[in-house]
């Protein structure tokens, strides 16, 4: 941590003397650092990121022009995908044995691990591409070649046509290998860069990224806290769940011990993410650029799968809902396109059949949910959507919807697929236990329903 830090210090502190003493090689500055960075960070490896960058321009540079050519597009993208990820980074020595030596010398982080990102970023440069070639309609009210603005949010600038001059192969490098967000994220989308480097957001002052990096440090601390007195993780990786036991004095954990073990660690997980991901955006921020917000939400604060989505990792919902799920149909194809969506997160996360499985229980557990909230949007179902009546029968409803989330995230980041049978059969060996979590699990929702009341109070206050 301390020398990544010092690494994007002085990034930062670079750019910034580029923007002040000469705007114009801001970009040139960035491609450069990247260069200097991906040599140290892959070694030899650096070729295959450069060579697939350029492919990725060039396919892009060549289907803007096709009605259909996104389909090429991703086509291509996920096929060198699958290709490097079944490969294990695809070894010199599997082109020619002459190319052997430079195995040896792949650099510090395997590429193939970071070119998820990069895929992300090639695809949203095809496709904003495409798009503005193609003059698709943008859904705001403003028009589509509206001139970016310093008071423009995300959502804005991502939604307007940059102007065909930023489309070069330049801004392209600087964008995909943009060193705070290159390793791990967080993932804005081709337009909010490019808009940004045109013109800078007006929120992103000192006091800003000074109170969001204490933020930060904030959730380091706890995490260190919590990893240094609960050895949970140890327990899962290893299976030591009959360990476990036995230190207790037991035969086997009890349901609620094997449920607290995977709770305890998807809080873990959350805190790990929260801390690398506002370590990279608070670098973003230094440097003067925005971007997305992945952990908007503790993962306790948490009732459906849309919400839990739109707050977990939420740049790449937000990546997903524009590059997939409106082109697949949008709301309308929701029951069917989740499907497809699902399974591309599963394998772009890592080619394992128990995030396919997780992906699966997800796509499946949405339909039912679907149904509920439609059910209670109905005036003929409770016309007192504010009353107390109401308002206990959403909870119970979302406390189901808690469990299966809680189920599908256990199947794919801790128990997998080998381990849900003897999970169950401890779960429904004991009566009483899901009745109690069930009502654990209400109460809690009160709790969300009641904070989600308050922030809209709040919301409506800055309004007015």
Not at 27 to 54: M, N, R
């Amino acid at each position: 941590m301390a020398l990544l830090s010092a690494v994007m210090a002085a990034f930062v502190a670079g750019s910034r003397a580029v923007q002040a003493a000469a705007p114009q090689h801001r970009l040139t500055y960035y491609v450069a650092f990247s260069l200097g960075l991906l040599t140290v960070l892959h070694g030899a490896c650096i070729l295959y990121v450069l060579a697939l960058t350029a492919a990725g321009f060039l396919v892009a540079k060549a289907t803007a022009d096709m009605p259909h050519g996104l389909l090429l597009v991703w086509a291509w993208h996920c096929g060198s995908f699958l290709v490097v990820r079944m490969t294990e980074g695809l070894p010199f020595a599997l082109l020619s044995p002459l190319l052997a030596p430079l195995d040896a010398h792949r650099g510090m982080l395997r590429w193939h691990i970071y070119y998820n990102l990069l895929l992300l970023r090639m695809l949203s440069f095809a496709s904003d591409y495409h798009w503005q070639r193609q003059r698709r309609p943008g859904r705001l009210r403003i028009p589509p070649d509206t001139p970016p603005h310093p008071d423009q949010d995300l959502r804005t600038r991502s939604e307007l046509w940059q102007e065909p001059s930023a489309f070069n192969l330049r801004m392209y490098l600087a964008y995909c290998l943009y060193p705070p967000t290159y390793i791990a994220g967080p993932t804005s989308t081709f337009n909010a860069f490019a808009s940004q480097v045109a013109a800078p957001a007006a929120n992103v002052t000192a006091a800003a990224v000074v109170r969001y990096a204490l933020r930060g440090f904030g959730c380091w601390v706890c995490m260190e806290v919590l990893t240094h007195t609960l050895w949970l993780m140890g327990v899962v990786r290893g299976k030591l769940w009959l360990a476990l036991a036995a230190a207790e004095g037991k035969a086997h954990l009890s349901p609620l011990e094997m449920c607290l073990v995977p709770w305890w660690i998807m809080i873990v997980f959350w805190l790990k993410f929260t801390v690398i991901w506002r370590f990279f955006r608070a670098w973003a921020l230094a440097d003067g650029v925005d971007v997305p917000e992945n952990m908007r939400r503790c993962i306790c604060n948490n009732y459906d799968i849309a919400g839990f989505w739109q707050s977990w990792h939420a740049s790449y919902n937000l990546w997903l809902v524009r590059y997939m799920y409106i082109p697949m149909g949008g709301a309308a194809w929701r029951l069917l396109n989740v499907w497809p969506i699902f399974t591309f997160v599963a394998l772009w996360h890592d080619l394992e059949p128990r995030l396919l499985g997780w992906a699966w229980l997800m796509a499946l557990f949405i339909a039912p949910e679907l149904l509920v909230k439609w059910v209670g949007r109905q005036p003929w179902c409770i016309a007192d959507k504010q009353g107390r009546t109401f308002r206990y029968i959403a909870g119970l409803a979302a406390a189901f919807n808690v469990l299966l989330l809680v189920a599908a995230n256990m199947v794919g980041f801790v128990l997998g697929l080998d381990g849900v049978r003897p999970f169950l059969v401890q779960v429904l060996g004991e009566p009483t236990f899901l009745p109690v979590v069930l009502l654990a699990c209400f109460c809690g929702v009160q709790l969300m329903l009641a904070l989600r009341d308050w922030e809209a109070s709040r919301a409506e206050a800055r309004v007015v």
